[in-house]
């Protein structure tokens, strides 16, 4: 299993980035997938989360109506849509299937001014 997150960055209030998520090692059109977040000092979240074929999607409170998560089974990739950034959303984000224990390296999304 592998897992390698890209698209993150430095971004100021109020603006966007993109996250994927490539999966390898497995059968990604089979699994549910989530992306989590660990800011500084706090526990990993659960940030949003697909079925496998896209048709139920759940997300965290905070980030409903400004994050967008979605997959595409032909490219074995997860994404994320993050709109109106917020400071509170800085954390390294993660993908990951529900019950799985390897994990990527995450990346960096910092939302300053």
């Known amino acids: 299993v592998q897992l390698v997150e890209s698209g993150g960055g430095l971004v100021q209030p109020g603006g966007s980035l993109r996250l994927s998520c490539a999966a390898s090692g497995f059968t990604f059109a089979s699994y549910n997938m989530r992306w989590y977040r660990q800011a500084p000092g706090k526990e990993r979240e659960l940030v949003a989360a697909?079925?496998?074929?896209?048709?139920?999607?759940t997300y965290l409170d905070s980030v409903k109506g400004r994050f967008t998560i979605s997959r595409d089974n032909a490219k074995n990739t997860l994404y994320l849509q993050m709109n109106s950034l917020k400071p509170e959303d800085t954390a390294v984000y993660y993908c990951?299937?529900?019950?799985?224990?390897?994990w990527g390296q995450g990346t960096q999304v910092t939302v300053s001014s």
């Open positions: 990951n299937t529900p019950r799985g224990t390897t």
């Open positions: 697909i079925s496998n074929s896209g048709g139920i999607i």
